[in-house]
């Protein structure tokens, strides 16, 4: 049996644009991606916390450091700067592996900043 688990996620980042003339996707900065072991032109779901929102899209990297979550095309229409998203990423595991996974979780800070195990 396959189980479909939370591969990982960047919780409570902040949009800081939304470009409706975009083809499509989400931008995200480039180190949060690596952190959260997302690949370029990977799905994504996201979650908008601030109005309930929730879409599949597909991530593209930022500028590394720069904080950017930016909802592009359609997803543009889904949310607005400033708002709290969660973005999430699955994979499928047999059920011996998934009972013993462990998710990427990453937290963000101000920014969108990784945060440390430390704050």
Do not use: W
Not at 45 to 63: C, E, L, M, Q
Not at 87 to 115: C, F, H, M, S
């Amino acid at each position: 049996m396959q189980r479909r688990m939370l591969k990982s996620k960047i919780h409570r980042a902040r949009v800081t644009d939304a470009n409706l003339d975009y083809e499509g996707s989400i931008t995200i900065d480039e180190r949060l991606m690596e952190a959260a072991d997302i690949l370029p032109f990977e799905q994504v779901k996201v979650y908008n916390i601030s109005n309930g929102a929730r879409f599949d899209t597909y991530a593209i990297p930022g500028p590394a450091g720069g904080g950017d979550m930016c909802l592009n095309g359609a997803a543009a229409r889904l949310g607005t700067r400033g708002d709290l998203i969660i973005v999430a990423t699955y994979a499928d595991y047999d059920d011996a592996e998934a009972r013993a996974y462990k998710p990427t979780i990453i937290l963000v800070g101000p920014d969108n900043q990784l945060k440390t195990a430390a704050e």
